[in-house]
């Protein structure tokens, strides 16, 4: 067990809808990662959070949006959903602010599936 | 931006024989740090091992090592006497931060490593 966590663990809906993915760190780590993995594909990096802020960018969609809320759980929305986002999100966390080698410690995902 | 690239998109090896994979990076900063995660089956991500760039010695965790060339920003991951529990996806990953608590952590596109008994 991370300490991460992640809900739903699975979740399926239709093209055009609008899901909430949630995430609680592990105790005690500010910064919150996101990331994007399609079937058999890398971890896209989506976007980064420390200690409610957004810091860091990546490749996120323009229909996807995330926020931290003050006590340190995360939440990605996506809208107008099409099959193409269908995956497995990932939410990581760790300690933040100058992590270094610390470990980012990845929750189990949730598998969205768009039909 | 940096980026992460792992050219072997799957390896396979004989069980108790060692293996390579091999990861490269791009970047123009002169501190990083380098991570080396697995992804069984399962799908959790876990992490093998780390380095921090300015460290010129090679990490080691029990039968796991890396081979860090920063000059080439090559970071290789050799397994040792592999077992058939290593069989796995294998990421490559690389963070680096900014300001104010900025971390970007990029992951490479992940090397299949199957263990034949």
């Known amino acids: 067990d991370s300490g991460v966590t992640q809900t739903p663990k699975h979740l399926i809906t239709a093209t055009g809808q609008r899901v909430t993915l949630r995430c609680s760190p592990r105790?005690?780590?500010?910064?919150v990662y996101w990331y994007q993995q399609s079937l058999d594909q890398g971890l896209q990096f989506l976007i980064q959070?420390?200690?409610?802020?957004?810091?860091a960018k990546g490749n996120i969609l323009e229909r996807f949006s995330a926020q931290q809320f003050p006590d340190l759980h995360s939440e990605l929305n996506l809208s107008s959903l099409e099959l193409g986002d269908s995956a497995l999100y990932f939410c990581?966390?760790?300690?933040?602010?100058?992590?270094?080698?610390?470990?980012?410690?990845f929750g189990q995902g949730t598998r969205l599936t768009v039909v | 931006a940096q980026t992460v690239t792992q050219s072997q998109p799957e390896m396979s090896v004989q069980e108790a024989e060692t293996v390579t994979l091999s990861c490269t990076y791009d970047t123009s900063e002169s501190d990083y740090y380098l991570f080396w995660y697995k992804q069984p089956p399962s799908r959790q991500m876990i992490l093998v091992i780390r380095q921090e760039a300015y460290k010129q010695q090679n990490a080691t965790e029990n039968r796991f090592s890396v081979n860090f060339q920063k000059a080439a920003k090559s970071f290789s991951l050799k397994i040792s006497d592999s077992q058939l529990g290593d069989a796995a996806m294998y990421f490559c990953a690389y963070r680096s931060e900014g300001q104010g608590g900025s971390e970007k952590l990029v992951f490479g596109k992940g090397t299949k490593l199957t263990v034949n008994p």
């Open positions: 990581a966390s760790s300690v933040g602010l100058v992590s270094g080698l610390a470990e980012a410690f």
């Open positions: 105790s005690g780590d500010l910064s």
């Open positions: 959070y420390y200690n409610g802020e957004e810091r």
